[in-house]
């Protein structure tokens, strides 16, 4: 038998089987080849499908491995580079310095900073400051949608996902 792609299998299938009496309308060892054919095809594709995710597993295993070294030398740094700047403030205290291998310099800034997030929420005057972005509770949604109740611009759709063991 030629060679067919999977999808075409099963329309062959279909296009062999007559739907009123579900008489077979090819030879017997045709058919058996297109089964065989669709079943072949199948394997592969699941083999190729298992062989793939678990190269994605090992690789995501190792970045995660490479990524917490990573980060460990990175945090190394980052604590290095604080003590370095401690030291250099506590002795500078403020003043200047120009070097050879650099130059130290300071800048003034400010922070805003809460004290009372409480009594903030409370006061009346809080709306200028505060954004509110709109979020759908999906879970309600579906659950009133469930029930029969109309929700505009929302509706229930099925899926038919595939898994693949």
């Known amino acids: 038998m ?13 296009n062999a089987i007559d739907p009123e ?16 054919a669709g079943e072949n095809g199948c394997n592969y594709f ?9 190269t994605a597993d090992a690789l995501r295993a190792e970045k995660k491995a490479r990524d917490e070294d990573f980060d460990v030398r990175i945090r190394a740094c980052e604590r290095t580079m604080e003590r370095a700047q401690r030291a250099l403030d506590n002795h500078l205290q403020g003043n200047m310095w120009q070097g050879d ?29 505060l954004r509110y972005e709109p979020k759908p509770i999906k879970d309600e949604i579906a659950k009133a949608l469930d029930a029969g109740e109309h929700v505009v611009g929302w509706e229930r759709d099925s899926h038919n996902n595939i898994q693949i063991k």
């Open 46 to 54: 699941v083999a190729l499908f298992k062989n793939a995710k678990a």
């Open 2 to 14: 030629e060679f067919i792609k999977l999808y075409e299998v099963n329309d062959r299938i279909m």
């Open 21 to 36: 009496t579900g008489e077979i309308l090819i030879p017997e060892e045709e058919f058996d080849k297109l089964i065989e």
């Open 101 to 129: 291998s650099g130059k130290v310099g300071y800048r003034k800034s400010t922070s805003t900073e809460a004290t009372d997030m409480e009594a903030f929420l409370k006061w009346d005057g809080r709306h200028r400051f």
